[in-house]
Structure formats: C-alpha cells, structure tokens
C-alpha cells in the first residue's frame, strides 16, 4: 500500500466549483490537493461552453458575411458558398482553451495547491488514491478530513442498435474534427443538439436533427420552442422530431444511416457524420465511492443535502456530478455555497436559488424563474406580457427581429419569471433577474431610465402587453 500524505483538502476534479474552492482554501492557509485526470478546467474549458461559444463566434461571422445585403450592405462575392475553413477555427479555440489552462494552472499553483495529475479514486471514507496519468509514477494516497467531489460528467451514449459498430462522434470529439462533415445528424435535441446544429450549419454544413420528444426542449413552454425551432429552421437545420432511433448502419461509402420510428412512420436519415448529444452521466462509475459508503441515486449522481454534503462527513459533491441543472454558473455558485459555509460560518442553501440559462443560437433563448407551463402546474396565479421583438426600436434598426419577449407577473406586481426569444436575450435576462433578486415591481422597470436605443429599453415597452392569463 503506497505511503499516504494529508492534506487538509482533497478536491477530485478540476471543474467549475473545485478550481476556485482550492484557490480559496489555500489562501485561507489550508493544505489542499487537487486532483485531474484529464485537463485542468474541466468540461467549461475544455469541451464546453468556451470552445462551444468559440467556435459560434466563427459561423456567427460566416453568417453576417452571408446576410450582409439584409442591412443594405454589399453582397460579398461568392458568400453563399462560403465554408468554414474548420481547421483553421479549430486552432484558434484551442489557442484560446491553451491560454485558459495555463493560467488556470499558474494561479493554482501560486496559490500554493498541490496538483496531482491522474485518476483519483476513494479507498475510504476520506482516503483517495491517485493513479498517475504517466508511467513510471507509483500510486499516491492521501487523506483529508474534507473530500470535494467535482468530477463532472461525461455523455451519455444510448443504446441503439449498431451504434457501438459505427465511428460516431460525442460532442468532444466534434469539437476537434478538422475537416467539415457534408451532412451531420445530430441524435438528440437538446442545448448541445442545438448550439451545434446551428454552428454546423452556418460551417456549410447540412444538418439534420434527430430527438425523441414530439418538440425541442420539452420543459419549455411551447411558443419558446416554436420560435426557436423556426429560426434554427430558417437557417436550414432539418428535424425529424418524436423519432425512436431503433438502428444504426454504416453503408460500403462509410455513409451513416439511422433507422427511426416515427408517428409519419420509419424515417432513414443518411449523413456523413452522425453526433451523439443525449444528455451526460456522472463520472462515478469509477471512482470508488463503494468503498467510502458514498450514496448516488439510480443513474449514479452522488447525493447531496441542501448544503452540498454527501451522507459521509467531510465529504461534498459539488457541481454537474450531484445531479440537477448542468450550468458552469450553477457549479460556481456550489463553490460559493461551500465556501461561505466552511470559511464564513454562513450556511445558505443549493437548492433556493434563481436559475437563469440561455441557449447561444441565434435567436438566442434566455429563461429565468417560471415558465408559463410550471406557473400553471404550481396554480401560481400570473398575468403575461408578451411582445414580439420585431416591435422594438433596436431591432428593427439592427434587423434582428426574430423572436418575443415573455414576462410572468404575481398578483404582487413582482416578476415571477421570463422567457426570451432573440438577439441580445441572456444579457436582459440578467437585467430581469436582478429585478427579481431586488424584489422590484415591474412599473419601477416600466418607469426606469434606459439609454436609448438599447434592448433593455424594451423594459420599458414590454409591460404595456401584460394581459391576465388564461
Ligand atoms: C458541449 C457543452 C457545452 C456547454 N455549454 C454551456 C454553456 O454555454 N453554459 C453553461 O453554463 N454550461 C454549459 N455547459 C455545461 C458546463 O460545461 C458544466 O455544467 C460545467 O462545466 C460544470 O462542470 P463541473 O464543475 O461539474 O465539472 P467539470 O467541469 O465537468 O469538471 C470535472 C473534471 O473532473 C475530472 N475527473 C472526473 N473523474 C475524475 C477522477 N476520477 N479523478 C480525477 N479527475 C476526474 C474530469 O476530467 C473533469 O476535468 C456545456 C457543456 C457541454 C458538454
Ligand atoms: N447554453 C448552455 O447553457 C448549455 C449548452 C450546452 C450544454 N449545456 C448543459 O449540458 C447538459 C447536457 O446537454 P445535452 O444537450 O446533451 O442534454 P439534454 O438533456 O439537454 O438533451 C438531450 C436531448 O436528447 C434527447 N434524447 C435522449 N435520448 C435520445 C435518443 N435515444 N434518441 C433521440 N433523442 C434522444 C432528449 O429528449 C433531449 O432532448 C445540459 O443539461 C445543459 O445543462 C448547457
């Protein structure tokens, strides 16, 4: 059995919550490991929302060029059939992810946390061993009295027949693909589906989405999805929608078929290329958490109380692996959860807090607080303001009038929730949940003061369409 070291801290994944818990350990003057058996940064860094938003900068771009005379400006020679040079923009993100590690790993460092490199897994209640990724380094053990895990997820890769027996990819693997696919189907419909439908697209790729659910994005309400689908839909994205994918073959021409059941009846779908986006797994499936007595729920996500602790003192889940809303922000806040609770004394709760996220399609979608489907199903009574946003000043100067913006009101005048549908959505909705957090009554945003002409300004407007709900 390898010699053990302890720590005062041990944290098993450098993700969203676990990076800036170590630094704040460590400056408070605790010992602290953390553990990574991959990248340093995580699924956010490295195979998330940063290479995703990066490389949507570069279709963004594609597109604009290609759209040019829709604000009378000159139609660029040959924009239709404009390509991404794919690896060439697959360079510059990982230019950019390079320099996010590097100094992720030098204020790691500086901060005085020790870096293990190598598979962590638990051999007791706050014992973790350390297989170090290269060879000829002898497995470490170290103990602490407090064990974060931070281990993320991995995707999920369904169980369709044929589909272990063909090369398709996970959204990893697309991110580093260099050469662009003459057709990408996409299984799955939801935020991944999505965002890179629309990058692939606007590549010059033809795309095709597969998803089970009858609609995108179930769990909104249905003018959210309709919207969103439209515009995804004008951008020449094709959906083949309440699909059971029941096969999956691989022709003579390396061409990809998937066999689905659909209400139409069976659909093929033939691509170049076919993306695995079906949602994510914990990884806990090796990560020893048997032997510590660590309790996960039926798909493996480790269970946590309101405060972030597993059912083993000392030890916490923080972030994607303990199940619930997938956001880097949501992994943040658990740091500043444990973080008040172990350094400030101040216990505040993971499970009551506002949850905004947005979808970075163009239209973009931005939620906050209630929907209009789940004000229905929790009988909160609610009036709604819903305005197209072609009717807003900044847009019909911009010419980005696609979509609505949608606010929920209490009886109280407070905002319950908002759904928007459009350019610049997750920036207002920023705007709408500070409102929420101030417990504003919406005529004070009605009555506000905002340059003009900004998208916010429809703060103003927006309210004048609130009707009572039906
Ligand atoms: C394609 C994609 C796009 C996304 N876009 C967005 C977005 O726009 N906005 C948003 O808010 N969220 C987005 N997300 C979700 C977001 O990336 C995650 O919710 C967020 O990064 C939270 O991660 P985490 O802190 O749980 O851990 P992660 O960042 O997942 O980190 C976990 C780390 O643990 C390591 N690890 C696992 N097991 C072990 C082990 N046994 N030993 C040592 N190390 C281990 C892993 O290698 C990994 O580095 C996206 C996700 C994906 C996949
Ligand atoms: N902009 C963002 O904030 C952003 C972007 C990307 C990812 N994320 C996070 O990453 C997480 C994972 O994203 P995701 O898109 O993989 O998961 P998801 O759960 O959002 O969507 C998976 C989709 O696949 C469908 N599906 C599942 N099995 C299927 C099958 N066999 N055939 C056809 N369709 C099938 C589901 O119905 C669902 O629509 C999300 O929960 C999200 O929190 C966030």
Request: glycine share 12%; aromatic share 8%.
């Given at each position: 059995m390898p010699a053990s070291t302890k720590f005062d801290a041990i944290i098993i994944g450098s993700g969203q919550a676990g990076n800036p818990l170590a630094t704040a350990l460590a400056a408070a003057g605790r010992k602290v490991a953390l553990i990574e058996k991959a990248q340093f940064g995580g699924s956010c860094v490295n195979y998330g929302c940063v290479p995703t938003k990066t490389l949507l900068a570069t279709a963004e771009r594609l597109h604009l060029l290609r759209t040019a005379p829709e604000v009378a400006a000159p139609a660029v020679l040959g924009a239709a059939g404009l390509r991404a040079d794919l690896a060439a923009a697959v360079a510059r993100k990982d230019a950019l992810l390079a320099q996010s590690r590097q100094g992720l790993e030098a204020s790691l460092t500086g901060a005085g946390v020790a870096l293990f490199r190598g598979h962590a897994a638990f051999t007791g209640p706050r014992t973790v061993r350390v297989a170090p990724n290269e060879a000829p380094h002898a497995p470490r053990d170290l103990t602490a009295p407090l064990v974060f895990i931070n281990t993320g997820t991995r995707p999920a890769v369904p169980d369709v027949p044929g589909l272990a027996d063909v090369p398709y990819l996970t959204t990893t693997q697309l991110l580093d693909l260099k050469e662009l696919p003459e057709h990408l189907v996409i299984l799955g419909g939801g935020y991944i589906g999505l965002e890179f439908s629309q990058m692939f697209r606007r590549f010059g790729s033809r795309v095709t989405i597969v998803e089970h659910s009858p609609q995108l994005l179930e769990r909104e309400d249905d003018d959210v999805c309709e919207a969103l689908k439209a515009g995804l839909a004008a951008d020449g994205v094709e959906f083949v929608l309440g699909a059971e994918a029941h096969r999956v073959s691989r022709g003579p021409d390396g061409h990809l078929t998937l066999t689905a059941h659909t209400h139409q009846g069976e659909r093929r779908v033939r691509g170049t290329h076919l993306l695995v986006a079906t949602g994510r797994l914990p990884n806990?499936?090796?990560?020893?958490?048997g032997f510590a007595g660590i309790a996960t729920d039926e798909k493996g996500f480790v269970q946590v109380n309101d405060f972030l602790q597993?059912?083993?003192?000392?030890v916490y889940a923080l972030g994607?692996?303990?199940?619930g809303p997938q956001f880097t922000h949501i992994s943040y806040d658990d740091y500043r959860v444990v973080r008040d609770a172990l350094l400030h004394g101040k216990r505040r709760s993971a499970r009551r807090r506002p949850l905004p996220y947005g979808i970075f399609t163009e239209p973009q979608v931005a939620r906050i607080g209630l929907s209009e489907g789940q004000a229905r199903e929790q009988q909160q009574p609610y009036r709604v303001a819903k305005m197209p946003v072609a009717s807003i000043g900044r847009a019909q100067q911009t010419g980005e009038c696609t979509g609505f913006w949608k606010v929920l009101v209490g009886p109280d005048d407070r905002i319950l929730g908002a759904a928007i549908v459009g350019a610049a959505a997750a920036e207002v909705m920023a705007m709408l949940e500070i409102a929420m957090a101030g417990r504003l009554k919406y005529p004070v945003l009605q009555e506000m003061i905002f340059a003009h002409?900004?998208?916010?300004?429809?703060l103003n407007t927006?309210?004048?369409?609130?009707k009572t709900a039906r």
């Open positions: 806990t499936d090796d990560l020893g958490l597993t059912n083993v003192r000392g994607d692996v303990h199940g002409p900004t998208w916010s300004e429809a927006v309210f004048r369409h609130l």
